[in-house]
């Protein structure tokens, strides 16, 4: 098992910037991609970002690439997910997850075994 808790969302203005964590606790954290994934309500959950199990891997949504960096510290159990230049388009839930797989496993939502209870970010324009 491995538990999963984000924090870090709020209420931000058109423009601004949030930087959501995630903190594991469980199984060995780095035999893992991590992911964020967002969801609205009426909507299905969508990928956001992932990274690799060391790190080297990172790959965005088209949406988000050029303003979300995601990163992780293996020493400290925990991704973030940087989020620059954000737009009201960006309000959601945001969820981190966990996923033992690997490649095209990492861009959707069933190739993860763990997520957290989710954080919302909301942004206003």
């Known amino acids: 098992q491995v538990q999963l808790v984000e924090s870090g969302g709020g209420l931000v203005q058109a423009g601004g910037s949030l930087r959501l964590s995630c903190a594991a606790s469980?199984?060995?954290?780095?035999?893992?991609?991590m992911g964020w994934f967002r969801q609205v309500p009426g909507k299905e959950r969508e990928f956001v970002a992932v990274?690799?199990?060391?790190?080297?891997?990172?790959y965005y949504a088209e949406s988000v690439k050029g303003r979300f960096t995601i990163s992780r510290v293996n020493a400290k159990n925990t991704v973030y997910l940087q989020m620059n230049s954000l737009k009201p388009e960006d309000t959601a839930v945001y969820y981190c997850?966990?996923?033992?797989?690997?490649?095209?496993?990492?861009?959707?939502?069933?190739?993860?075994?763990?997520w957290g209870q989710g954080t919302q970010v909301t942004v206003s324009s």
């Open positions: 997850a966990a996923s033992p797989g690997s490649g095209a496993a990492w861009l959707g939502s069933w190739g993860y075994d763990y």
């Open positions: 990274i690799g199990w060391s790190g080297g891997s990172r």
């Open positions: 469980g199984r060995t954290f780095s035999n893992y991609g």
